[in-house]
């Protein structure tokens, strides 16, 4: 059995050319491991599949920024070591103690009851409210992480920011898992969307795999920041958006916040998912004058609290890849063997869209079947 284990936070550094290494003094910050394994597949400590679990064959494992903070023990959750990293994955069943699965299923699944932790392994035990099927027209590969972008995405702009059609949201870091899978949502929902990116290189991307309704870049500096501002407040006015942005799903914070502050409508709400630029103050009196709620949004909690809405929520989303009305992508595929480098990736702000690790590759006849059926 092979897993990815970290051994130690922030064990890496920079070689003379630039690059990222494993430090010498460490076989590795996130060795894999190989084990021989005869006969049957051990569960968990060689005890029999618990009631109500399932056993999956791991095909592929999403990495996301979430990830490399933990691995530097920058987040807020913080494992004991050595731990698995991972929330997601995506497979084939192959040991099931309940009747809502069969052996040969294909699933993804997220390891929430573990604290987001143990995915990245061959094997992976997830109690079966955890799995869902994967609709037979989408790649294994596609499905990898979906908790990680969809599901917060998802719970942003339906549990928190009650959209409809029509509504007008802002998202920040589009380039990003959470960032494709906001704009994807929110347009399967009937909104507008103008989405946001620091960079040139990544409005380019935006632009031509979103079906966002606007891409503005709005750069790294407080100068390049006033700029969008002046451009989002005249197209949210030539929209038909009088008052502003009904909702922001911001994942970067920052210096960029305030910004994003000023284009919103009275009484509309910020999502905060993440702070990739870092975490700034927040002025309490800029906030009254525009009248603009800030929340909080971590989908993890509201789940565990409403397992049975949550559950309806992600079979939406995947209602949406059913019909076609979100197409999933993958952006990097990396094979196990350089699964360091979809950390290295994260932990130097290069992070786009889906990007998982193999373990197994999903065959292309199965595929091909799966689409006839």
């Given at each position: ?48 599949l618990p009631e109500d679990h399932v056993l999956i064959q791991t ?9 490399a903070l933990q691995a530097q023990g920058l987040y807020q959750v ?296």
């Amino acid at each position: 059995m092979k897993a990815i284990r970290c051994n130690r936070f922030a064990a890496l550094e920079r070689d003379e050319s630039g690059k990222f290494r494993l430090l010498k003094q460490w076989k590795s910050l996130r060795s894999v491991l190989s084990l021989d394994s005869s006969g049957p597949i051990p569960t968990q400590d060689g005890q029999v599949l618990p009631e109500d679990h399932v056993l999956i064959q791991t095909h592929y494992a999403g990495i996301q920024y979430p990830d490399a903070l933990q691995a530097q023990g920058l987040y807020q959750v913080k494992p004991p070591l050595p731990y698995i990293p991972g929330l997601d994955l995506s497979g084939v069943v192959i040991q099931s103690s309940t009747s809502k699965f069969r052996n040969g299923d294909r699933v993804m699944a997220t390891t929430i009851q573990n604290g987001g932790t143990g995915a990245c392994s061959e094997y992976c035990m997830v109690p079966s409210h955890q799995v869902w099927t994967i609709p037979p027209n989408v790649h294994l590969s596609q499905c990898a992480n979906i908790g990680r972008n969809y599901f917060a995405a998802y719970h942003s702009l339906k549990n928190i920011g009650n959209i409809g059609k029509d509504s007008l949201i802002f998202v920040d870091g589009a380039s990003g898992g959470v960032g494709m899978a906001t704009i994807e949502l929110a347009k399967a929902m009937g909104a507008k969307v103008i989405a946001g990116v620091s960079s040139e290189s990544k409005l380019q991307v935006v632009q031509t795999t979103s079906s966002a309704d606007h891409v503005l870049c709005y750069g790294t500096t407080k100068e390049s920041h006033q700029l969008f501002k002046k451009r989002v407040k005249k197209i949210v006015k030539e929209m038909g958006y009088a008052e502003g942005v009904d909702l922001a799903v911001d994942v970067v914070q920052g210096e960029l916040f305030e910004s994003i502050v000023s284009i919103m409508r009275p009484l509309g709400t910020i999502c905060l998912v993440g702070f990739t630029a870092g975490q700034k103050p927040i002025r309490p009196g800029l906030l009254l004058i525009k009248e603009v709620n800030v929340v909080g949004s971590i989908w993890g909690r509201w789940a565990n609290a409403n397992p049975q809405l949550h559950r309806q929520n992600v079979d939406e989303i995947l209602q949406y890849f059913a019909n076609g009305l979100i197409l999933p992508r993958t952006s990097r595929v990396f094979p196990l063997e350089r699964f360091y480098e979809a950390f290295e990736l994260f932990e130097t702000n290069q992070g786009q869209g889906n990007t998982v690790i193999e373990f197994k590759e999903e065959e292309k006849d199965s595929m091909d079947l799966l689409s006839k059926l």
